[in-house]
């Protein structure tokens, strides 16, 4: 998908100084009706080029969502289930979440994050498209405490897109006005979250 982004940008390039050698430079009439005819050629194809990105883009999107949706709600009970205790937890901070019992599938679904964090941070897909779908699930998970206990900030080297998703994700929502569940223990709460965060997400060196 870069490559073709790429190409888009090479190919607008070389139809502008083709536009300003035929304007400029070239003084017959025929070659200049030649020229203009091949400019126009080469605008259609790199427009055809664009949209086929946009497509592409699209399509791909929309197969990472449902792919996930489809493996959240068919075919792994027990991270439905995970999910559905830390929902309970979010709606009542009271209730018992048993960590340990779903610990091994926290760990996959913040690899799972990880990917999707790549790809927003390499622009591949952005947050208005993924946030309706996953946004709560997100915030539900790191913003409970216990994770953050027991995995997020012990390991939190280990979780370098899930801080950096963390970051970008609260601000798209606070710039909506729009309250994350469990805000009280939001993960931007924890001891030395800034610390954290120039340690995982900008590699600075906080212990000099």
Sequence with gaps: MRRSYYVIIVSVALLLMAIISTLWFDSNIATRIVNIIT???????VLALFFEFRRNKRINTASLLIDHSKSFFDCDYDL????SELEKYAENPKYKFD???????IAVYLQWVEAIASLVERRTIDLYTIDNILSYRFFILVNNPIVQQKELIPNARFYRGTFFLYEKWYK????RKLEMPLDNTALRHVANYDEIIKH???GVDTKR
């Design 172 to 175: 798209f929502e606070y710039s």
């Design 99 to 105: 960590y340990d019992k779903y610990s091994a599938k």
């Design 39 to 45: 400019i126009v050629t080469g605008v259609v194809g």
């Design 200 to 202: 995982v997400i900008h």
């Design 80 to 83: 439905y289930e995970c999910f």
